[in-house]
């Protein structure tokens, strides 16, 4: 009977960590609509990409499609997961083998990166664009990591200042955020979407 009152007492933290952890899924939607939204004004158009999979992956796409734009997805062929999520914009959906390719694919015309919480992947693509950008090897784009509690909680960044392994201005290279509004309002100062436009 304890081995069953335990079991049930996991499945119950991990229900109320996935629903604490769902709001996410809200954030990156409504994020995505806002930056699609605000590319129907511009001349120089901004699509929204991502991994192509489920969860904050398929948010994106999703906030894109319903606020009536296209978005991209740069799914890869994993052993047991990821299949490309309805919300793509079908023609605009591509299939990678290599993660090291479709890293550099992300990277290559992006005009900034947003980093939900995530797991391995996420990381790994973060710190790479951290590391390419601290070390000068792809120009400064803005970088931002929304969800304040789980990015404090997971990488104690003045700790590695603290330590010597990072200076202190690196900690410049990335806003940490919390509501899709504040990512936006950093994205839209750091690529000089918030200034007023020329009166004719």
């Known amino acids: 009977a304890g081995g069953l009152a335990h079991d049930d007492a996991a499945a ?3 229900a109320r960590m996935a629903l604490h952890m769902s709001r996410y899924y809200e954030e990156a939607r409504e994020l995505s609509a806002l930056i699609t939204r605000a590319s129907k004004t511009l001349d120089e158009k901004i699509v929204v990409v991502t991994g192509g999979g489920p969860g904050i992956m398929e948010a994106g796409n999703r906030g894109a499609a319903e606020a009536g734009g296209p978005s991209i997805g740069l799914n890869i062929v994993l052993p047991h997961e ?3 999520n309805a919300y793509i914009t079908p023609r605009l959906c591509f299939q990678f083998h290599y993660f090291a390719l479709r890293k550099m694919h992300f990277l290559m015309r992006s005009a900034g990166l947003v980093c939900f919480p995530g797991g391995f992947g996420t990381l790994d693509e973060m710190f790479e664009v951290l590391t390419l950008t601290q070390t000068g090897k792809v120009r400064r784009r803005p970088i931002v990591l929304v969800g304040r509690e789980f990015w404090r909680k997971l990488v104690d960044f003045q700790w590695l200042v603290d330590t010597g392994m990072i200076a202190a201005e ?4 990335f806003h940490i955020v919390e509501p899709a509004e ?3 309002g950093v994205l839209q100062a750091a690529l000089g979407l918030d200034a007023p436009s020329p009166q004719p």
Not at 170 to 173: K, P, R, V, Y
């Open 12 to 14: 119950l933290a991990r």
């Open 182 to 184: 504040e990512a936006w």
């Open 170 to 173: 690196d900690l410049g290279l």
């Open 82 to 84: 990821q299949e490309p």
